[in-house]
């Protein structure tokens, strides 16, 4: 047998378990790193039972115990959003009601009407699946519609469609960063796990600066040769914390250094810019209103723009926008982009119908603001711990994994509210939080609802409050005393004066 004629060293390498000269373990599990020979024997004794036949099913059982202990085990809670009664949702049984408090839904589109319609008659026409890759049969006039309103609502040339928006910033930085020649990738220290890959996966060179930290940035792009090729890979609205990256300095930066930017707008889209376009189009928010044309906007000075169709758009599915000649390298070398299936023709249909009901319609994006500064008021008025942004993203700090899991545990079985507790690895251990997003639906007894909660759970677990911040010198900005409130991007005026415009 296989197994039997390899030494026992061959087969701990080929699985990626510590040799003795080795001091990590491919498993992750991390008390190994911490104390190699102790641990890396008693794992290997309980993984090899003293036999050359690994254990699978033990390999998995230790690396998830690990995951319990450390209270970073992931549980998914049954909640099935219901299309009509958005924001409520029944649980495993259909009869119990629950209020969503945390999804990315966040203009409730999974549930327009004109998006139902259009999936609805597409999916009778054209059945439930694309048939294949781009290449094989999977490209047709879905593709080629969906690609053209992408581009269309970053302005740029031509857009380029995937799965996810994972795959795609995956695709797009790992096939950038591979075939660049000496390229480097800057990426802001909080950018989204579908970054990191990319740019891990481009085996090309990686500086990560500070977060928002134009100083650092600046310093890291200065110490590399002007006629390399550079990337500075970001997000306009960074998902955990509600911050919003300097778009205008980080554009400024580029040009002076030789470099190209790379703007993730997936927490943007739908929700910023008098078109929905994201924060791009917002800080020119009168150009690109009055549609006073091409030139030297934000929007204009960004090079390549992925977003999702999977939050504020309320479908599924990823995307790029850039120049014509960046979308057509992509679209040609990219495995992740060539080599699986494509979005169904209904999916797709009924994402281009989202975009441009938001293109028309701002009402939703501007309620969801509204709903957002008055639930912000009412939560600072009880003393919860909000971690202060200018976006639409409630980061309600806990600061400790088992007490947000607890916390996240007694809002659904005593209230019958669910937010989900958000801990390691999507934020560093410390940071643990509940991340609340309001919709237009969550009106003002809902939000009435969601303070009462908070502020009984917050008392019955003996959680953090403001003032409890305040006195530790603060936290994440929360309760300190240094940190001056951000005006939220979208100001009175423009949540005032922008209309429908229907048949742009
Ligand atoms: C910042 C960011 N980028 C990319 C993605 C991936 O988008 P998608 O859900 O379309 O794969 C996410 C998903 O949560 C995200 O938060």
């Known amino acids: 047998m296989f197994t039997r004629i390899m030494s026992m060293s061959s087969i701990k390498g080929r699985l990626g378990l510590p040799c003795l000269s080795t001091v990590s373990y491919s ?27 690994f254990d699978y099913r033990q ?93 269309r609502l970053h302005k ?57 930290d134009m100083e650092d940035l600046e310093r890291k792009l200065a110490s590399l040769p002007l006629e390399d090729p550079k990337i500075i890979a970001l997000e306009s609205v960074y998902s955990m914390s509600g911050s919003v990256a300097p778009l205008e300095i980080v554009c400024d930066l580029a040009e002076r250094y030789g470099a190209i930017t ?50 504020a758009f309320g479908c599924i599915g990823g995307y790029i926008a850039g120049d014509a000649e960046l979308i057509d390298f992509i679209r040609s070398y990219a495995p992740n982009f060539i080599f699986t299936t494509s979005l169904p023709p209904a999916d797709m249909a009924g994402a281009a119908a989202a975009i441009t009901y938001q293109i028309e319609y701002p009402e939703d994006r501007i309620l969801q603001q509204l709903h957002v500064r008055e639930l912000k008021e009412k939560l600072h008025n009880a003393n919860i711990p909000v971690v202060p942004n200018p976006s639409h993203i409630i980061p309600i700090l806990v600061g400790n994994a088992e ?41 003002s007894e809902l939000q009435e ?3 009462e909660a908070l502020t009984d759970v917050w008392q019955t677990l003996g959680i953090k409050t403001v003032a409890d911040w305040e006195r530790v010198g603060g936290f994440l900005g929360v309760g300190d005393p240094k940190v001056t409130k951000p005006s939220p991007l979208w100001t009175k005026e423009q949540l005032a004066g922008l209309k429908s415009t229907p048949g742009t």
């Open 27 to 53: 498993t992750g599990i991390p008390s190994f790193k911490k104390d190699y020979t102790r641990q890396a024997a008693i794992a290997q004794n309980e993984i090899f039972h003293g036999t050359n036949i």
């Open 449 to 451: 609802e969601l303070t």
């Open 262 to 311: 790379f703007l993730d707008e997936v927490h943007a889209v739908g929700m910023y810019g008098p078109h929905g376009a994201g924060v791009a189009e917002h800080l020119d928010f009168d150009a690109h209103r009055n549609y006073s044309g091409k030139g030297g906007t934000i929007l204009d000075r960004i090079d390549i723009i992925s977003g999702t169709f999977g939050k």
């Open 59 to 151: 390999a998995y059982r230790l690396a998830l115990d690990a995951k319990k202990k450390d209270k970073t085990y992931r549980h998914f809670n049954n909640i099935n959003r219901l299309a009509d009664e958005f924001p409520r949702a029944h649980t495993s049984s259909p009869k119990d009601r629950v209020t969503v408090w945390c999804s990315n839904d966040y203009l409730g589109m999974s549930r327009n009407p004109v998006v139902l319609d259009r999936m609805t008659k597409t999916l009778s026409k054209y059945g439930a699946g694309a048939g294949g890759t781009r290449n094989i049969s999977g490209h047709n006039q879905h593709a080629v519609d969906l690609e053209r309103i992408c581009a």
């Open 156 to 212: 740029k040339e031509a857009g380029l469609v995937f799965s996810s928006c994972y795959v795609a910033n995956d695709a797009t930085l790992s096939t950038l960063g591979a075939k660049l020649p000496n390229c480097t990738i800057l990426s802001d220290s909080m950018n989204h796990a579908s970054m990191i890959h990319g740019i891990r996966n481009s085996r090309a060179n990686k500086i990560i600066y500070a977060h928002n």
């Open 403 to 443: 007490l947000a899991k607890k916390a996240s545990d007694l809002l659904l079985a005593r209230w019958g509210i669910y937010v989900q507790a958000i801990n390691y690895p999507t934020v560093p251990h410390g940071q643990e939080r509940l991340r609340v997003t309001p919709t237009p639906g969550h009106t």
